[in-house]
Structure formats: C-alpha cells, structure tokens
C-alpha cells in the first residue's frame, strides 16, 4: 500500500472517529428503557469505516471515539470499556464477514450478525462487570437499578431467582440488537451517497 493511500486511510478513520464523539454526545433516552440506558448512533461511524476500510479500522474508530469521550463521562470509565467492547464487536463481525466476500448481501449479512453478537455479548457484560462496577464504584443501588425495570414492566424481575440477570435479558439485549439494527439501516441508506469520500 503506497504512503498516499496509507496517509488517506489515517485521515478517513481520523474523520469518522471525530463524528462518532460527537454523535456519542447526541444521546436521548426511550420510552421502553431506563432512563439511565441511553439511545445514540456513535456506532454508525465505525460501521461506515469497517465497510470502507476494513474490521481492524472499525475497531479503532470505536477506540478513538472513546478515548475522545473519556475526560466527558460520568461513570468512571465503565461506559466508555462498555460502550468499546461492544462497539468494536459489532464493528469487527460485520467487517470480517463482509470483507471475505464484498456484496451488498454480505455487508447486510455481516452487520446482522454483528449486531446479534453485539446484544448477546451485552449480557454477560453487563451482568458480570458494568452493572456491578455502577454499584461499587458510583454507588447505584442495585435495588433502585431493579426498581427502574420493574417500574416499566411490572414482575420483570421475578421470572427466575435472578432479578438483575432477568432485567437485562428482557431489556437490555433486545435493546442492545435494535439499537445495532437502526446503525445498519441508515448505514445502507447513506453509505452508497459518502462512498467518494470514504473510498480513494
């Protein structure tokens, strides 16, 4: 790859992780979720660049654009390792499988499946590291974190012997693959009109 595609690449990634930190600002909260899970579309920049440069330029896009968050959070950091882990996920899935064969069918086929990987890894993510990290590090009860889902679905919390594990099942991952799904749609919408400027 010649110094000149390189250094366009660089600026192209550069560009699209400035406009994710900025779209990671751009948060609003939905009627079906707790107030403290947020909607934004700051992954729809890495989705156009794993398209156009490929899976590992996805993934740093979704660095960058947290590192850029970083000094701006208010949840110590916990957000930020979240929001990258499953970012990047969603990024790189759908850039391998696309990549392996470029089409349009591929690049659909691709962001699905990074999507739905991206909700089921929210799971265990959730579960195990960020909902306890808010509890003993920004001090969140978790009764109260409970309170919030069972405020919008009453008895959420009682399907199993597992309040918290239930709560995110039912919301958080569902959610999560939506939230995937509206990032592909506008990405098929508008890659095609941006793709001079991606592509050199």
């Known amino acids: 790859m010649s110094a000149k595609r390189k250094t366009y690449r660089l600026a192209v990634a550069a560009m699209l992780s400035a406009v994710a930190a900025v779209l990671q600002f751009v948060e609003f909260s939905v009627p079906v979720m707790p107030s403290f899970v947020k909607l934004d579309l700051s992954d729809l920049p890495a989705l156009l660049g794993t398209f156009a440069l490929g ?111 239930n709560c995110l099942l039912v919301f958080n991952v569902p959610f999560t693959f939506c939230k995937g799904l509206i990032d592909v749609l506008i990405c098929f919408l508008i890659y095609k009109p941006l793709s001079p400027l991606l592509h050199k």
């Open 55 to 165: 899976p590992w330029w996805g993934v740093a896009i979704q660095l960058v654009k947290n590192l850029l968050h970083l000094p701006f959070g208010h949840s110590a950091g916990v957000g930020e390792l979240c929001n990258f882990l499953l970012g990047g996920v969603f990024a790189f899935v759908a850039g391998l499988v696309y990549h392996r064969h470029k089409s349009r069918t591929t690049a659909l086929t691709g962001s699905i499946l990074g999507a739905l990987a991206m909700a089921v890894i929210s799971l265990p993510l959730n579960y195990f590291f960020v909902y306890p990290a808010y509890v003993a590090i920004l001090h969140f009860p978790l009764e109260a974190i409970i309170g919030a889902y069972e405020a919008i679905l009453s008895g959420v919390s009682q399907i199993s012997g597992n309040p918290l594990f």
